[in-house]
């Protein structure tokens, strides 16, 4: 198991950008509803278990948790699907390096965000609210927990917490891309995706699963979740296209 050099993995990231601007829309909307289940399963994951510690040990229960969450990108990655945040890295490179136009990257985006929205709500209302596993006891506690302290964050908080999420979400994808053994990619998405969470940053796609959860359970309402989608969406984009694409395509766009 090794990893590529940093140039090589600029040249990885430039070549999925390109590439997934490429999938014609359907496609686009299917492995982007794929993308958010498995986001939306891996929040699922976190609250069940997460949900179980004991109050005094509710921060230790938080981090536990956290280590089960990756499962959703390490499912997009390698069993394949299309995320938002991965793509608000990945197809910024092609951008930057010339490969793709703007209204190619403003569509993608776009279908990507619709897909990711529905197999998110698909997981809340299927699993959390008609199964009922974010509905009933310590699950529906953590639930309203976590999505009053998402929703109440000022704009300007929600934006800087997107911000973070993204620079490490973004990390994980250019590490995923930084090597072809499945078992490297899994190394590389865990760690940063696991930091994110146990730090409390915020996830859009996570946030399409998450406050709908609490909407089918009559705890938040949907003009919560788009105070909450609109910071989180442009925090996620700085951090992921500027953070990480951007500063990498300073150093790197030039040499290929």
């Known amino acids: 198991m090794?990893?590529?050099?940093?140039?090589?993995?600029?040249?990885?990231?430039?070549?999925?950008?390109v590439k997934k601007v490429q999938f014609g829309y359907r496609k686009q909307l299917v492995l982007g509803f794929l993308g958010g289940a498995y986001i939306a399963l891996g929040f699922l994951l976190y609250i069940r278990v997460s949900s179980v510690f004991p109050d005094?040990?509710?921060?230790?229960?938080?981090?536990?948790?956290?280590?089960?969450?990756?499962?959703?990108?390490i499912l997009t990655i390698i069993a394949g699907g299309e995320l938002l945040t991965g793509n608000m890295m990945a197809v910024p490179a092609a951008f930057f390096s010339g490969k793709i136009?703007?209204?190619?990257?403003?569509?993608n985006w776009a279908v990507i965000t619709v897909g990711n929205f529905l197999g998110a709500v698909f997981i809340a209302y299927v699993f959390g609210h008609q199964v009922g596993l974010t509905e009933h006891g310590v699950y529906l506690t953590k639930l309203v927990k976590l999505v009053h302290a998402k929703t109440a964050e000022p704009f300007s908080t929600?934006?800087?917490?997107?911000?973070?999420?993204?620079?490490?979400?973004?990390?994980?994808?250019?590490?995923?891309y930084g090597t072809d053994d499945d078992a490297g990619k899994i190394m590389g998405i865990w760690?940063?995706?696991?930091?994110?969470?146990?730090?409390?940053?915020?996830?859009?796609?996570?946030?399409?699963?998450?406050?709908?959860?609490?909407?089918?359970?009559?705890q938040a309402t949907w003009i919560d979740f788009m105070g909450n989608l609109v910071p989180v969406y442009m925090g996620n984009l700085i951090g992921?296209?500027?953070?990480?694409?951007?500063?990498?395509?300073?150093?790197?766009?030039?040499?290929?």
């Open 2 to 17: 090794g990893f590529m050099k940093q140039e090589q993995i600029w040249e990885r990231t430039v070549e999925a950008g």
């Open 56 to 73: 005094p040990w509710n921060d230790v229960g938080s981090i536990v948790g956290a280590a089960f969450f990756p499962l959703g990108l």
């Open 101 to 107: 136009k703007f209204h190619q990257l403003v569509n």
């Open 158 to 176: 929600a934006i800087l917490s997107g911000i973070g999420c993204n620079m490490l979400v973004g990390l994980a994808v250019w590490l995923a």
């Open 191 to 218: 760690f940063p995706t696991m930091a994110f969470v146990a730090i409390g940053f915020q996830h859009v796609v996570a946030n399409m699963f998450v406050i709908p959860a609490a909407i089918f359970a009559n």
């Open 240 to 256: 992921g296209a500027l953070f990480v694409s951007g500063v990498y395509a300073l150093v790197y766009r030039h040499s290929n």
